[in-house]
Structure formats: C-alpha cells, structure tokens
C-alpha cells in the first residue's frame, strides 16, 4: 500500500514534519510518499492560496495515480478536497474532514485550536459543511495574551482555555505542523488531543485496504474529457 | 496491538461472520478477539435487547480490559455505546457511528439497507444522534416483493431503489452479519457499499496506534466506586 | 386513574421528596405509587448507572402494568425511557421529555439548573433528542464560588445568572430531587420554575385520562417473546 | 380551576363540537367556558382571518381575565397565539403547539391530517416554529380520490397513507372540528390519534394546577399602557 | 414604478427618517411612497402592537395596491408581513427579512443592533423564521453603560463588541429609524453596517422591476371573499 | 455605476443570452460589462472546471476592478465565488446565492430546476451552505421521458412536477443559460420563476448603489502580498 500525502504549502519545513509524522504512523507497513505542492506559497491562508495551489495540487495527484492507492490532503483548510475527490476514484482523505469526524466519536465536543484568530471563520464553515456544528463547541486562537510564550505554551494555553470555558472534551489541532505537539498537549491537558494528519492516515489506510474509494456516481463523478 | 470484537448478540454464525471479516481485515498485523455476549439473545432487535445484553457486553470490557487496547461493538445498532465509552480510557468504537461517519466522506448522501423495515427508525435515531440526518437520505429495507430471492439479491435491490430513487451514493449495510456482502454488491452497485464492522475497525485500530481514546473529563467520566 | 411514578434511584429520601410532590399534584384525583428501584444505587450519575438499573425499572414496570394505567419516569436523565415505552402500550412520560417540552412553551428560551458540572453534557445530549437543543439556551451548575450556600440559595444564584447571563426566560430544574424549591425559587426569580416531576405527571395524567399511549407499530412495537 | 376555550372561528357548530369535546375532559372536575370569536368568519383559513379575529379574541381575553385560569386556543393554526401569550401571565395553550409537543413523545415521528392541501404549508411553518420540523414526517390532506367517501372515511384513508407511506406512528388531527373522530380513528388504525383540543387542555389544566405561566421577562413580557 | 413604503407606527419623525432615506435610495428613477400606519401607536414593541396596527396596514395596501407596483413593510420587526404577502400578487418586501438575507451574503456572521434589549428575542425569532439563525452570531442592545451616550456613540460601542466578542462581520441596525446611522457607522466600525430599509428596496425594486411578485399558489394564496 | 458580469464560461452563445438579460435589466439606468472567462471549457460541469477557471476569473477580477463596482458570477454553480469575494472590497454577487435568497421571500417553499440530473448534488450543497436546504423542496432536473420535447417545454414540465409533487411555490432556474425562459415559463405555471442572473443584478446594482461590499475583517479579509 502506498499514500501519497499532500501537503498543499511549499514550506519544506512543515513538509519535514508531516512526512516525519505520516511515516512514524506508517511504521514500515506501508509507504508514505509526502510532497509539497509545485509553485504553492508557503503557507496556506486564504481562498485565493486555495485556488492558486490547485493545478499543483491536481498536477500531483495525476502524475502519482497509478502508483498510489490513495491520497490525503495535509492541511487543516481541506483546500481542493472536492476536485480532488472528483479525479480519482481512489480514497482521497482531508485531514479537517477525518479529525472533525473522529473527534465527534471521542466525546460530547469538540474545540479547534488553530493558529490565528483570522482562520476561525473557515474552521467554523467547514465543521458545518460537514454536519458537525453541533459537536464544535469552540474554534479558538492564540491571543495577544500568551505571545511571549513558546507555541506549545500558546496551543496549550488555549487548548485549556477551551477546556474550561466552553465545555470541550477533546481538541484538534488546526494545523499540519503541530503534529509533533499532540501527544504532549494531550500528556499535559487530560484530554485527547487529535494530530489531524495522522487522522487522515487513519482513514485513507483504512479505505484503501477494503477496497473502498469515493463514490464516482453523483457528486464527484467522473467527466469525460 | 489487540482489539475486543464484541458481537452484542449470541448468534454463533453472526460471531463467525464477524470474526472472519475482522481478521481478514487485520491480516496478522494485530490481534482480534472476537466474542459474542453471553447471555445475549440471538439477534438484537429492541431496546430491552439492549437493555439486557449490557451485563454481558460489560462482563466481557471488564474481563479483557487489561487485556486488549480497545473494542469494537459489532452492531449496527450501537447498542449500549455510551456505557461502553464510559467504562474504559480505551478506544470503544460503534460500527454503526464509524460506518455513517466514514460514508459521509464518501459521497453527497448515503442509504443505510436494514435487514428489516421495523428496524428503519432506529438507524434514523442513531443518524441524528451522530449528526448525520442531513447526509442520509434514506434508511431502506427489502419488502415483500423480493422475499423469494436471496439474502444478496434482496440486498441488491434494496441498495439499487436507494440509488436510483433516493439519490444514494453511498451504501451502509445495516447488519454486522452483511459483511461478506459488501464486496459483491459493490461490483455489481457500483458505489461504495460499506460493511460496517470494518469500519468500526478501521477507527479502533487508528486511535490504538496514535494512543487516543475516548474523552474522560464530561460526557464520559469516570466515576468512582 | 392509577400511576406508577419510578424513582430510577434508590434513595428513600429522595423518593419522599417525589412521592410528596406526585401526591400533592394528585390531590386525591388519581391514584399515585411511588416506587424507587430495587437494587439501584442512591443517585444517577451515569451511563453504567442507567445500565444498572434498567432490570431494577423493567421489573417495576411489568410487576404493575396490570394494576396501574401509565408511568412516569422520575428522573432527570430520562433512564432507560426507550425501553420502558417499548414494554408497554400505556403511557410513559420522561419528566427530561415532559418538562423541556412544557419550558419550550412557556418562553423564548429555557435553562436548566442542574446539580452537578459534569451532568451537564447529558441535559445538552437530551435536549438534542428532544428536538430542543434551540430552545435550550444554557445548562448550568453550582460552581465553588456559591459552595457555602444552601441548596436553595445555591440554585437561585444559579438560576439567576442563566436569566441575566444567558437570557433564559424559563428555569427547568434539573433534579428530581428539587421539587419543593421549585415554588420558592419562581417567586424569588419572577419567572417559570418548573419542577420535572409535575411536569412528568402532566402529560402522564392527560395520556391516561384520554386512552393515548406511545405507538406500537414502529420504535416501540412490541416484540414477541 | 376555569379555563376559557376559545374558539377562533364563529361557527356554532365547530364551538359545540369543542365545547363538548371540552366538558367531556374536564369531566366536571374543572370548568370549562368554551366560546366562538365575535367577528371571526366560520372558518379560520388565512393570514387575514388571523388577523381580523385578533381583536376578538384579544377581548375574550380581557372580559374573562379575572374569572379565568388560563386559556386554550382551539384552532390548529394556533392564529394569534403570541399576542395571547403576551397579554396575560396565566397560561395560553395553542392547541398546534400542544398537540405536536406531545406527538413528539409517542412515537418516532408523526403526521398531521388536515383538512384541505393548501393549509399544509402552515402546518409545516408552525412544526418549524416549535422545533418539530424533524419529528413531522408529512402534513397530509385528503385528495380528490376519497372525495366521495364520509368525513371520517377520508381523514382515516389519509392517516393511513401517512402511515404506510411516510412511516408516521402517530397522527395529529389537523382541526378543532374533528375532535370526535379522534378515538374512532384511533381504533381503525392501530396508532395514537391526537385530538388537538383535548391536547391543548392537558398542558392548561396542568400549568393552572401548579401555577405556572408564561414568562414575562423577555419575550412576552407585559407592557405598560 | 412606484413602491408604497408603510412604517407601521404613527410617529412622524421616524416616517420622515425612512421617507428621506428612501427618496435618497430611489433617487428619482422611481417613486416613493412614505405613509405612516393610520392608528398606530408611536413606536411597534409588541405583539399587541402588530396586532394592533394590522388594519391599518391593511387598509394602506388595499388603498395604493392599484396605483403602486410594490411594498415595503418598514420596521425591523417586520409585522404583519405573511398577511400582506397574501393580500396581494404584488412584492411586498419585509426589512427585517430583506436585511437578514442580504447581510448573510457579505460576510460569515452577522449581528444585530437593536434598540433594546427586550426585543432582542423577537429578532431571534426571525432570524430562525427566515432560516439565518446559523448566520446571525449574536443581537444585541445598548446597555447602562452607555446610557450617557449620544445615539450613534451608542450603537457604535454595541456593534463594536459585536465585532470584537461575537465575530460579527457584518452589522444589520435593528429599527428602521437609525437609517441616517449606517453611512456613520460603516466608517467607524470597517465593517458592513446595514440600514434595513434600503435593503427593503434593493429587493422591492428588483423584483418589480423584473416583474416577480408573492407565489399565490400555497402558503400566500388568495382567498374568495 | 458599471458592474461587471463574469460568464465562468466560454460559451460565446451563453454570454449573448447573459449580456442581454442583463442589458435589458439595466435598462440604461447603469453599465453592464458581460465577459466570458478566457481559457475556460464551453461548459462548468465539475470541481475540476471550477478550478481551472479560476485563474481566468480572477484575472477578470483584478483587470476590471479599479473601472467597475461590482461583480456578478452568472453560474449557478457560483464557482469560485468566495475567491473572489475575497479579492475585492467591492460587491461580488454569486447568482445561486442571490436566486436562492431571493426565492426564499417569495414562497414557503422553492425548487430548482437543473439541466441535467447529475448537477443536483451540487444545488443542494450550495442551498445548505446558504442555511436554505430547508426552504428548498427539490431540486429537479429533465429525465428521459421529455428528451423529445423543447427546452422550454422540458423545464416547463419539470417545474410542474415540482410545483404538484414537492408543493414547490417557487421555481429558480439552474442555469444562467436559461434566463429567456423565465417569463414565459412564469405564465405559464402561475408561479414565480426566478432567472438567477437578475437576481444577481438585483442585489449587486443595490448593494452598489449603497455603498456596501463584503466585510473585509474575517472570512473575507484581504491578504498582504
């Protein structure tokens, strides 16, 4: 089995650390190709990232179809997911999508700890895109108030504000590149605290192996060309 | 890494279905236990079914806790789910929740095709439960017209007036004792057809590896004895 | 007129608490019994409690379903009230149920002042099956800032904040076990205080008075033995 | 204890009906003062019938506040049910709104019956009004197939589409008028048939008992003149 | 084209306010025009009030329906709107309705400033009537801290701590007289501030212009007299 | 005032029968610019025809905007329409959300009628990411039993179908394409019919005219480059 992972920014460092997290997942049984997306800027923030990065995005998952067996998108904005869903019948995976949807079964709700106040309107549109509005109970972001502290202090801090005050049971990290802090975070705050790449590797593994991909007969079916 | 199955009813053929569809998934890569509940009737059909097999399903997470990493209910009515979360920090997975959860991200809407019409507003109150009302477009069972045919072609039907009628693109069996349709009806369906046991593994082992279970400081907190 | 008023725990306290509550509300025109559960624990905090009780519940039912005309369920986690409406044809009336729906009529939003913190995630659980979670504009608690109060005092202060705080026009109580403030805290707080159990008795007395029960013939349909 | 059931409409015939419908529940044990709308048409069937009986009913109101307990609108519209609400603290029941909340708790979901096509869509505005709109599976009148048939022949045809072919468990009656078809139909079909009247007396009966009313804090808060 | 635009209440400065903003918008490409409600009280705060007022309302639709092309009910609670939709094939444009529906279209969320805090549930109510009680993140009214305040200080200290606490992106003023606010305000705040009887306009003129009016086939169809 | 008509396609035909609708609704009054996207397929079909248009569109965009005030998107598909919402302080109105909005003030209920069956999936994504999936009924497109008939006479039978079955009040076509349509098919079914490139006019010239655009301080904030 092989998954190729997309990592939709071109930062090579936020690569390093999916790849490091998608193989340390892998474990040897199976492989991870993981890919920064051809001409992307390096960090996703905006609808207009979104649409500049799709030919690379497209251009990857093409030159890599027949040698994969499935895909996951590795960015908290699920950017493209569903032209990429509509190319291939093969799984593809958003991490936004998988860890919305396994967070809702961990517990009563769910907070997004993200990485700026600016990017919590899209978290909220895509918990409701996918029917989960009712189980965030909160998106939230670093404030002014912990800047001088070190991002896993930051995310921590927030994490915990969430825990207290708005009822959440379990936190998803907003971002591909914390992936290396969710086992941490989770130790320190007591609750489960989801690393969303590794959740979507959860998924894209599981369909690959029973054979299951996107339904190809409505929404995402496939156009002549 | 080893996972409890639990079959809530005591049907020895649903318990062999159940256990060779689980280790056929887990190809030796990790371990399945596979049990039916004792003291359970042979098919779980109502809440005092439910209500009555909770001894049992609890005896056997007690028994094993120490034991595996975590559990899967191999019903796809979900029954005493929250009870099950709350005994145990470990992973406790419904395949009815997984299944709905893993076909939302499969297609615009999916159908649920039940062995029997009674058992129709359940799988509606577990959709709502899950979230998911919007993303169902139908819960289906075979009537008497096709009664003389086989369990598979009965099933067939069922998925197909699903798909052409209500839009579906995307089928959920509605039994754990499906699962070795899944694949057949697939190729002739031609869309996803889920088993859910399968699906309810996928979740369970993924959480096991990363180290997540389910949330204990709210809805699912321990209590002291 | 005859009903079965079930206190789901087993505290003899508590069940004078209902007992003088329902018989108060009779006021000699029906017949009330009010039976806690054998072999249930003194307080309902859990799902593994519910489980507990439910042979305890299931008992009660049958032993006075030929005596007794309806039911009542004199908790406000509405224990096992799937399966109690599945047993029997006569009413069953959830005073969770009765008294949400009764709030949702009397003002734009309600809250519910519950006993505990950790109770609160089941009262938000509830009002989402009850179609209410809208209508519901907070669950609170007691915090440690009030510790030192009475009871009374305690559930005003918090009852107070959800009307100031949270716009609530309607308190629902959150015990079954608050029944004697109810009268005390409305007059403090100048708005609807509704004690569950009466509104349990409600329904349960006009189902009866009118030969109106749950339906049989889909989610409770009654199963051949 | 008095209750004042007003009937909307001015027709003598549908103000027996309900009145009698009415005493027959009080069964002597409360009064009950049941009169038609000075000024309303016959028959209730528009916005502007809404709004042309609202004076008359708002002094129906005022000339029996001080000699009433609380009120029962009879008209399955539930026209002008906010002003009532508004102008007084004692209760005002909306036979719609009382009749679908209980409804709700009888079975898995349920239709209403009512008498012609074109009041469907403020059926349906109402159950969305009061939260239901999930629990309402169709709003159903009789068609030009079953011109021919009795009154009680054609609502029952219609119920038992609607339980047939949309899965209802029970049926609400769509208007004051029919109260007396109601246990009949209950018998010829197998399901609880809701007579929306006596609905509306259970939920004012009980309030008035435990003296609770509307809210005036917030919503239908009184104004000063 | 020539559009009737009713203020529901008798207070004449307010009319001149809407007539002033509404001669502004029209510009003399159509016409204007303004009438106050003949017996109306000077300010709508009620259900009595809408209650009140509808003859009138009604009597200044029948009057102009043959001499004007459409209507404007001008005040944010927008009373009356279904029965004067169902009186004439005409538009007859709601502003509460036209501004909720336009304001979710410029950003994610949006609030509302009202004028008091009593009537912030009503506003609630119609956000969820017209189906945005998802987009509408929070209303809110002046409070005593600002009591010393000029008007608009006022309304800009509320809409700023919608902005700041609520995430409000966009701001809809809650009554039709502060229409000379929003140009003001919208500088102040850097957001969409939205005056909601021009948003009346934008949809009354349109809809006339293209020659679109009320559906009179279902929920607003004409009656026989 | 000038706005800006972007056809997502490159049908030249399409863009004819745009230019003209939206010349004969300006009337004059205002500058209409109608532009086909360049590079783009002669159709918009799919995520993937969405995608590689962007480029095009955005270009349009940033070529136009200092001489323009606003924007329409004339697809039902409202391709790329937060992109470019984000790219402009100006208005830019998408013709699904503006029809969709719109014919939601007209009826209790509207449908869409789409051009062919495999676009419905996408009208209803688009009704739920507008909070209108329960406004809208259906959402049909022509079958095979009318592929002998005109055009008009297709879309003509369709809305029937949905105005007698779904009880749709209200009929928005689902192409921008079908703009000449929409009058005569308004006569001829007795119902509203909306041609969604007006609908886009009417709410952009007005928003123009107001000097309102989208919020530029969350979903849509503008980016540093």
Known sequence: MKILVINPNSDPVMTDVIRKTAEQFAGGEFEVICKHTPGAPSFIDSYKDESRIAPGMIRLLTEHESEVDGFVIACQDDPNLDVMKELTPKPV?????ASMKIASMLGHRFSI??????????H????RKYHLQDALTSVRA???EVKNL?????FTATARAAIEEDMAEVIVLGCAGMADLAKRMQENLGVPVLDPVVCGLIIARGLIQVGVGTSKIG??????V
Chains 1, 2, 3, 4, 5, 6 share one sequence.
């Open 124 to 127: 909220e549109v895509l918990a």
């Open 93 to 97: 995976v958003g991490i936004a999508e």
């Open 142 to 144: 670093p404030g002014d």
């Open 150 to 154: 070190s991002e896993e202090e930051k």
């Open 113 to 122: 700890v993200s990485t700026s106040r600016p990017s919590i309107p899209n």
């Open 219 to 224: 929404r995402y079916r496939p156009r002549e």
